[in-house]
């Protein structure tokens, strides 16, 4: 009972309270750039969640079977960067043949997952609190919906800021950033949950 509610904990900290956007400022290059339409931003959501879910599986059982084990944890850091560009390479060849539309729609911002540093910043995250696998792979999943929630959200907000009278300074990445920054704010009101 004690691992199921740790799992709820690490569910809602990692999707909410220290939401990996809005708190740690990780992964700000596909959040403020993919985030003009939400069906675009939902789609990034669901390939981040896959990545980052399927990271955090992989780093993880790569960290405790081999990096742990031959006592080369000093390698960490450049194994996960090889395990998100190849996981990510999986991602662009499955949409390009599944969903072409998104991947168009995504564009460039598709192999910037590889870079992104969310990704990474979750795997090595898992292994400096030193998450089990399961533990891990919650934490990950936890943290790109997180991102996905942020990203929708700044999106539809995108969307109706198109049709505003917004002041000529404020228009295109000032008013983002600032509606960015109010988002962050408002995240901060999750931190009571725990």
Known sequence: MDNVKELLVILVASSLVSNVVLSQFLGLCP??????????AGGMGAAVIFVITLASAVAGVINRFVLIRFRVQYLDTIVFILVIAALV???????????????EALGVYLPLITTNCAVLGVAISNEQAEYGILTGVVNGFATAVGFTVAIIILAGI???IEYNDVPESFRGMPVVLLTAGLMAIAFVGFSGLL
């Not at 959040?31 to 675009?40: A, D, I, M, N, R």
């Not at 390479?89 to 991947?103: A, G, I, N």
């Open 31 to 40: 959040f403020l750039g993919v985030s003009k339409k939400v069906k675009t």
């Open 158 to 160: 995108r969307e109706k």
């Open 89 to 103: 390479q999986f991602v662009e060849m499955f949409l390009r043949k599944v969903m072409p539309s998104l991947y």
